[in-house]
């Protein structure tokens, strides 16, 4: 198994440079919203281990929570999610597309010159999340794109043995399709990489992260236990004071935001905001950021963050010494519907995470209420949210309920099943 | 916080109770206000009808509601304005980002339509007539007065057809509706409506109503000592301080969709080979019902809130798709099924503390696709649409011959929220091309059959089938084709003489 990695690499755009970056930024884009994957900028295609990518400039855009927090000058922001390693990922992109990254980041401050190595430039600038998900974890571009490939064939092949044999005798169906799959595999119409060895290296930090976190949390838990009376007083007292900022959004900043969405079946979704400034706050959202990672990484790696199935991936990055919180996300359906998951589905974790975010909503006990005032919350997110200038996805048209299909779906090839029910299962997952 | 639950129906214009049924004519006319004046002092005596029951049953009625634009040809201030959503200001047509979510391209597009497409049709306001049959003319003639001469142009006048309920295509229409929670009895408490249910919060339909969430919609509230006039609105019962000008009133969207019925019949019969049965089959699993309405499931097993539990609309309604999880009676991308997934706050099965907090936890997934769709009470809509043009049988319309886009739907809902309710249902549901995990198809009624930007086709249909291989259906034209379109506010009865009543002294004058 390849585990998946994130990079983030994030430069201060450099002063007067903000308007040029924008428009070589579109220059990625064959229209707004949409990327031309094999542009000439940054030939997002050429990555075989790429699954998505961003760029987009991060700045406050909707300045209204009064926090006495100065600003920060607008960044650029690149982060993406690859198989393998990222360190890899990053050198593999200095070498196939130096020139092009060096003409994006060159519009930022301390920016290096040609002779200085771009890789250490890049890494250097690299942030890692507080938190990552993914939702799947080991699925790779090649195997999603494998397994597509497999599904049309199949999709085909299965229209004809249908017209041929009928759809009663379930057992000479799959057998058809099952040595059709394995002609093709024969004469290389189609491959089927088994999974690679997972890293040793990997797997060892991996089980101590699994197994250490919790006995740390179980050699706290009297110090929690001490300490909950206070945190309990603290956060009662912070809920009922704490200011929020939830009006309707102006008009042109939907308006920035609503061109480049709906395109594809995926949205790409950049919010960024700043922790309330009580360091109370700010402990609270790293302990439960951790948790969260923790629950990502161990848990959550099968096709679901709770209830929500439509996350591919989702980032929540601390910056400015936890003063400031960047949430990015890719997730299948419109903002309506995506905003609906987190209120009907899942309100109680994000009032875990974001209640300690300037302006939201005011929650009861940590879980309460918050996400659960609908159009407070739509309106808070809405005023948080980034536009996602550049956006890229190796597999456009697939939501991650797809890719969980044509994996099912490659199972069924990888290992018969026997049972008749089964069978007929997997035949229908087949579209034809 | 008083709160007297008796409903206002005196305030509440009738149709968002009633459907008018047994009034069976009805019109629609689009009008430009051309005098405000004139306009204002025929708005404020016009005799639009409350939600009062009375007896004996009006012989005739009239509702009336407002675009964007109306509002602002009556001068409404710009603050007012702003209190309404975002949405509504916007309006359906005139931003391309809204079309491109709602379907509203290619031979939908909005440069195409009939009217609401541009600013020389987009109408100020919506009247509607309804009248007992045969009487709709002499209505009509009371209707435009002399005053209503000077103050309106009429950009298009639609008519409809009295077809008993059965819409174009030939299908029993109608039949589900939500029931409405007037006495706002039932608790909007997220976490006790686990199960599907039929009864909606009045807030779901009415402004200044707690909502399904348990809370207020934003709307505009005015303040009372700025704005003498506002005494006569209701107060806010989320803020005394205020006047509401949102209560009792309903978002009203209005789309006519223009049905292609040769069409429809013709592809069915094609892929049925012209054996009659399969072609009624197959036009069935599309819609989700049969031709006299009956469903393709079973009756649920425990009765649904909201539906009658006897007579004719128990056989037609009690019903949720609980037991056919992967659509193998009723295709899971079937329209009604689209449009009404009858999805409660948690998949079935959640019956106590402990499988309840399995669910919340993301966990106890029966198959895969279950708890894709949302639940269903937080987008309802309540329709109250007329089919218009020619009623065609299917033997008329599989003749070769036969006349194109004869008729269709003026669809209308009501909402409290058009991107909650609306919006919501036609994009993510209806027109949504992985809506509950199939793939690729949109509605097959109301898919405009265009392929994704990755460029994968969306012109299938396909229905599960218990043997294994699903039964796809390919090449689908569209069957139906949106002509016009918009937005609109109707407000309560005292909103609308606050909204056209124009100065103070008006007012004293005429009370």
């Known amino acids: 198994m390849t585990p998946q990695s994130t990079f983030m690499i994030v430069a201060t755009v450099a ?104 890789v250490n430039w890049l890494q250097s600038h690299n942030i890692k999340p507080s938190a990552n998900y993914i939702n799947w974890l080991g ?58 060895p997972t890293p040793v290296c990997w797997w060892v930090k991996n089980m101590l992260h699994k197994f250490g976190v919790p006995l740390i949390l179980l050699a706290l838990l009297p110090v929690f236990l001490l300490m909950a009376p206070y945190f309990i007083f603290r956060l009662r007292t912070l809920e009922s004071s704490d200011p929020e900022s939830v009006e309707r959004p102006p008009r042109e900043h939907i308006q920035r935001l609503t061109p480049i969405e709906d395109h594809d079946v995926t949205n790409p979704f950049s919010a960024y905001g700043e922790v309330k400034p009580q360091l109370f706050r700010r402990y609270t959202v790293r302990f439960f950021l951790w948790l969260l990672d923790y629950a990502a990484r161990h848990v959550y790696n099968r096709g679901h963050l709770t209830r929500v199935q439509t996350i591919h991936f989702a980032r929540w990055v601390l910056l400015d010494d936890n003063k400031r919180l960047l949430f990015a996300s890719n ?102 | 916080m008083s709160k007297d639950n008796n409903p206002e129906y005196h305030d509440i214009q009738a149709l968002a109770r009633f459907g008018h049924g047994s009034l069976k004519e009805a019109r629609f006319l689009l009008l430009e206000i051309i005098n405000v004046d004139m306009a204002r002092e025929w708005l404020y005596a016009a005799p639009v009808s409350s939600a009062e029951t009375r007896k004996p049953v009006p012989e005739t009625a009239l509702q009336v509601a407002f675009t964007i634009e109306g509002l602002r040809a009556l001068q409404v201030d710009d603050e007012v304005i702003d209190g309404f959503s975002e949405e509504f200001i916007s309006g359906m047509a005139s931003d391309a980002n809204r079309s491109r979510r709602l379907g509203d391209v290619a031979h939908n597009a909005v ?16 009247l509607m007539l309804y009248a007992k049959t045969g009487q709709m003319d002499d209505w009509n003639k009371i209707v435009e007065d002399h005053i209503f001469d000077q103050a309106f142009d009429i950009i298009i006048e639609l008519d409809t057809l009295d077809n008993n309920n059965i819409e174009p295509f030939g299908f029993a229409d109608g039949i589900s509706q939500p029931a409405i929670d007037w006495e706002r009895e039932q608790s909007t408490d997220l976490h006790r409506r686990d199960r599907f249910s039929n009864l909606l919060s009045l807030g779901e339909l009415l402004l200044g109503y707690p909502n399904e969430y348990g809370q207020y919609t934003q709307r505009p509230l005015i303040n009372p000592e700025a704005d003498e006039r506002a ?58 019902r049969k031709r006299d309405g009956s469903p393709l499931v079973d009756k649920a097993k425990q009765p649904i809130e909201g539906i009658k539990t006897e007579g004719k609309s128990a056989e037609l309604n009690q019903f949720n798709f609980d037991n056919d999880p992967h659509g193998q009676q009723c295709p899971i991308g079937s329209h009604i099924r689209r449009s009404n997934p009858r999805t409660g706050d948690f998949p079935p099965g959640v019956t106590g503390l402990l499988t309840r907090l399995i669910r919340i936890l993301g966990f106890g997934r029966k198959h895969a696709g279950d708890d894709l769709i949302a639940s269903t009470r937080f987008h309802r809509i309540l329709r109250r649409g007329r089919s218009y043009g020619r009623q065609m049988s299917v033997e008329q319309a599989l003749k070769p ?111």
């Open chain 1, 15 to 118: 002063e007067g440079q903000l308007d040029s970056l924008r428009a070589l930024l579109e220059e990625m884009n064959s229209e707004p919203g949409v990327v031309d994957p094999h542009n000439a900028l940054f030939p997002f295609a050429r990555f075989e281990r790429l699954h998505v990518a961003r760029f987009f400039i991060l700045e406050q855009l909707i300045d209204d929570v009064n926090t006495d927090l100065p600003g920060s000058p607008p960044r650029l922001v690149f982060l993406g999610d690859c198989d393998g390693p990222a360190d890899n990922f990053i050198a593999e992109m200095a070498v196939l597309a130096g020139p092009q990254l060096r003409r994006i980041f060159e519009h930022c401050d301390d920016f290096i010159d040609e002779r200085e190595s771009l």
């Open chain 1, 139 to 196: 699925r790779t571009v090649v195997q999603v794109r494998e397994e597509e490939a497999l599904h049309r064939a199949l999709s085909g092949h299965l229209k004809l043995v249908v017209a041929q044999i009928g759809r009663d005798d379930t057992r000479a169906i799959r057998h058809q399709l099952l040595s059709f799959v394995k002609r093709q595999l024969d004469s290389g119409l189609l491959t089927l990489t088994p999974s690679a």
């Open chain 1, 331 to 432: 997730y299948d359906g419109s903002l309506e519907s995506y905003m609906d998951d987190f209120i009907n589905k899942v309100a109680w974790g994000l009032n875990l995470v974001f209640s300690n975010g300037a302006g939201y909503p005011s929650t009861r006990w940590l879980i309460k209420d918050g996400a659960e005032q609908e159009q407070k919350f739509k309106h808070f997110l809405r005023r948080r949210q980034l536009p996602t200038q550049v956006w890229y996805k190796a597999y456009p048209g697939k939501t991650a309920f797809d890719l969980d299909r044509n994996s099912r779906i490659r199972e069924g090839v990888d290992v018969r099943q026997d049972n008749d029910e089964e069978i007929r299962q997997w035949l229908a997952l087949i579209q034809v």
């Open chain 2, 111 to 126: 440069a195409n339509w009939t009217w609401g497409g541009d600013p020389e049709t987009t109408p100020h306001l919506l």
């Open chain 2, 231 to 288: 005494a006569q609105l209701p107060e806010a019962e989320d803020n005394q301080q205020l006047r509401d000008l949102g209560r009792n009133g309903s978002y009203l969207v209005m789309r006519q969709l223009a049905q292609d019925v040769p069409a429809f019949w013709q592809f069915m019969d094609q892929e049925a080979e012209g054996d009659s049965k399969l072609r009624e089959q197959l036009a069935g699993s599309m819609v989700g």
């Open chain 2, 401 to 511: 011959d036969a006349p194109r886009m004869t008729g269709g739907l003026h669809f209308i809902c009501l909402v409290s929220s058009i991107s909650r309710q609306f919006e919501f249902v036609q994009n993510a549901w209806a027109i949504g091309s992985k809506f509950g995990g199939i793939q690729n198809e949109s509605d097959p009624i109301l898919g405009n059959r265009e392929p994704l930007t990755s460029g994968d086709s969306t012109n299938h249909f396909s229905q599960p089938d218990a043997r294994g291989p699903a039964q796809c259906t390919h090449d689908m034209p569209p069957f139906v084709t949106v002509q016009g379109g918009a937005y609109f506010f109707m407000p309560g009865i005292r909103a609308l003489r606050y909204l056209v009543g124009g100065s103070k002294t008006q007012d004293e004058t005429e009370s």
